[in-house]
């Protein structure tokens, strides 16, 4: 496997980069350059059979982040989002990280839980009796044998009673299923397990069921990423190593206590990861939401990650979060570029996508509060911002670049400036021709 520490790659013009990508992959440049411009992407006819009242298909930017190193493996990494800045920051920390010897990440097999609501119990004590009486006759049943995921050794591991007391309409008995989807997101399997006890449970309890769903709270299928980066690798031009790992810290301390900075910390996190798991085809949305429970877990929320110093004086970081990924199923097996993300990541399991995943989470949080720490966060994103606001502008492509430097090289980066550039130049080449 060759490295992800490709120097000047955002330099390069489309065509190179698709060129390193074709010996990343072993592939031939032609056929990945169809697939990511268009030809051979997704198509409206496969568009129409994945959602409703379909009337086209809507575009991101796909971008890959360089530099990573996992597990003392090379990765590079796919994201598909519309912000300036992320894959940028995601190499630059990734970079850095690898002068401390890269990410360190492992992960919890993969558990979700699927939730069954009991009401209107006439003997709640005897009717969890009853579950405990028959509880591996449940889990038999819902574990069907033809099932996709039980025959990859997957299944409900563990059936577990909750009784909700004093709620607005009573009394509520609460099952979780405990089960392991194997390299699903799961979603699927579970409810199908869910609904086809619900008859059974209200047989044994007397009771009503009401929901049979599973839950996007994965908390018994986390991720977490560790790294270590060198005090002397974060230094700027103002300020040395160890005042930036310190201003970091700050930083990070302020998110830990202070819910307002908080969310925008917790934010820039899911930055990444957003863009690798729509860049793979997984629900981002799901992970989000149980994300942002994990991080308010014990009642305030508060930064998912933590940073800290050393006895060496390094820079530590560790981010842990519910990371419900898949590889199998889904828009994973149905976008073309999604099959293309995950054939750059190689990953074998969904347990090695969500250690990825939370690795690019744990970089782009170094690389936004490093950058909020030292030089702050305009410099560079409002660099970026300016290739946009020239092609809102109306920048023909090859005048994009130019237009944008000249405002970045005026300090007035704004759509009207951006305007009057584009008409100048077209007054300009008017005269010219």
């Known amino acids: 496997?060759?490295?992800?520490?490709?120097?000047?790659?955002?330099?390069?013009?489309?065509?190179?980069?698709?060129?390193?990508?074709?010996?990343?992959?072993?592939?031939?440049?032609?056929?990945?350059?169809?697939?990511?411009?268009?030809?051979?992407?997704?198509?409206?006819?496969?568009?129409?059979?994945?959602?409703?009242?379909?009337?086209?298909?809507?575009?991101?930017?796909?971008?890959?982040a360089t530099n990573f190193l996992i597990n003392g493996r090379d990765y590079l990494i796919p994201m598909a989002v519309e912000e300036p800045s992320i894959v940028a920051a995601c190499s630059n920390s990734a970079k850095v990280v690898r002068l401390g010897g890269g990410f360190t990440t492992y992960s919890d097999s993969p558990i979700m839980i699927g939730q069954i609501q009991?009401?209107?119990?006439?003997?709640?004590?005897?009717?969890?009796?009853?579950?405990?009486?028959?509880?591996?006759?449940?889990?038999?049943?819902?574990?069907?044998?033809?099932?996709?995921?039980?025959k990859r050794g997957g299944g409900v591991r563990h059936l577990e009673a909750r009784v909700l007391e004093d709620t607005r309409i009573g009394r509520m008995l609460v099952l979780h299923l405990h089960y392991d989807v194997r390299d699903a997101m799961g979603a699927n399997a579970i409810n199908t397990a869910c609904e086809a006890l619900a008859p059974e449970i209200?047989?044994?309890?007397?009771?009503?069921?009401?929901?049979?769903?599973?839950?996007?709270?994965?908390?018994?299928?986390?991720?977490t990423a560790q790294c270590l980066v060198p005090a002397e690798a974060l230094a700027t031009e103002t300020a040395d190593g160890q005042t930036v790992?310190?201003?970091?810290?700050?930083?990070?301390?302020?998110?830990?206590?202070?819910?307002?900075?908080?969310?925008?910390?917790?934010?820039?996190?899911?930055?990444?990861?957003?863009?690798?798991?729509?860049?793979?085809?997984?629900?981002?949305?799901?992970?989000?939401?149980?994300?942002?429970?994990?991080?308010?877990?014990?009642?305030?929320?508060?930064?998912?990650?933590?940073?800290?110093?050393?006895?060496?004086?390094?820079?530590?970081?560790?981010?842990?979060l519910p990371l419900a990924v898949g590889i199998v199923g889904g828009a994973t097996k149905v976008h073309p570029l999604a099959q293309l993300a995950l054939r750059l990541l190689n990953v074998e399991s969904a347990q090695q996508l969500s250690e990825i995943i939370v690795a690019v989470g744990l970089a782009q949080n170094l690389g936004a509060i490093r950058?909020?720490?030292?030089?702050?966060?305009?410099?560079?994103?409002?660099?970026?911002?300016?290739?946009?606001?020239?092609?809102?502008?109306?920048?023909?492509?090859?005048?994009?670049?130019?237009?944008?430097?000249q405002m970045i090289r005026e300090g007035n980066i704004r759509l009207e400036r951006a305007k009057t550039l584009v008409q100048d130049q077209k007054i300009t080449k008017e005269e010219e021709s």
């Open 118 to 150: 009991v009401l209107e119990i006439p003997d709640i004590q005897q009717a969890l009796a009853k579950i405990e009486q028959e509880r591996e006759r449940l889990i038999a049943l819902a574990n069907d044998p033809t099932s996709s995921i039980v």
């Open 245 to 320: 790992v310190q201003r970091i810290i700050e930083a990070a301390i302020f998110a830990e206590i202070d819910v307002y900075r908080a969310v925008t910390h917790n934010k820039g996190i899911m930055n990444g990861i957003d863009a690798v798991l729509i860049a793979t085809g997984n629900d981002w949305r799901a992970v989000e939401a149980g994300a942002h429970a994990y991080a308010a877990r014990d009642g305030q929320y508060r930064s998912m990650t933590r940073w800290w110093q050393d006895e060496d004086g390094n820079l530590r970081g560790e981010l842990t």
């Open 371 to 405: 950058a909020l720490a030292t030089d702050g966060i305009q410099r560079g994103h409002m660099a970026l911002h300016a290739r946009q606001l020239a092609i809102a502008a109306g920048a023909s492509p090859e005048n994009v670049s130019q237009i944008a430097e």
């Open 1 to 64: 496997m060759p490295s992800s520490r490709i120097v000047g790659f955002y330099r390069l013009d489309v065509a190179e980069r698709i060129k390193h990508l074709s010996a990343w992959l072993e592939d031939d440049p032609k056929r990945l350059a169809e697939i990511l411009h268009g030809t051979e992407g997704l198509s409206l006819s496969t568009a129409e059979h994945m959602i409703e009242n379909v009337v086209g298909v809507f575009g991101l930017p796909f971008g890959i």
């Open 202 to 223: 209200e047989a044994l309890t007397g009771g009503r069921v009401n929901l049979r769903i599973l839950s996007n709270y994965s908390d018994q299928r986390k991720a």
